[in-house]
């Protein structure tokens, strides 16, 4: 099993910048790529970010929602086991809770990865 822990979250002013963090923890050997989602009251969850680095599904690869693309940016520390998310020209519409997640190899090809959910960790930007 993987375990997920993100931090990072905090209050910021508009156009500031934030850096958040998920560390994996456990069975990180066949963890191929992480996602980074947010999720705000009355709206529905959104994939923000996407990093894989090997995997059946094209290695290594980024992935940016558009309404991120050019501010957030998505970068891994191998030796930590841990994912960033660096968030640039903060919005009062990126507050949200963000989650990290880990995707691992299925025990077979045929089978679609397998995903653990962090807990999640408040980012508020305020006007």
């Known amino acids: 099993q993987v375990q997920v822990v993100e931090s990072g979250g905090g209050l910021v002013q508009a156009g500031g910048s934030l850096r958040l963090s998920c560390a994996a923890s456990g069975r990180t050997d066949d963890v191929f790529g992480m996602d980074w989602f947010r999720q705000t009251p009355g709206k529905e969850r959104e994939r923000i970010a996407t990093?894989?680095?090997?995997?059946?599904?094209?290695?290594?690869?980024?992935y940016y929602a558009d309404s991120v693309e050019g501010r957030f940016t998505i970068s891994r520390d191998n030796a930590k086991n841990t994912v960033y998310l660096q968030m640039n020209s903060l919005k009062p519409e990126d507050t949200a809770v963000y989650y990290c997640?880990?995707?691992?190899?299925?025990?077979?090809?045929?089978?679609?990865?397998?995903?653990?959910w962090g807990q999640g960790t408040q980012v508020t930007v305020s006007s």
């Open positions: 997640v880990a995707n691992q190899y299925p025990p077979d090809t045929e089978s679609p990865p397998s995903r653990t």
């Open positions: 990093i894989n680095w090997s995997g059946d599904w094209s290695g290594g690869w980024t």
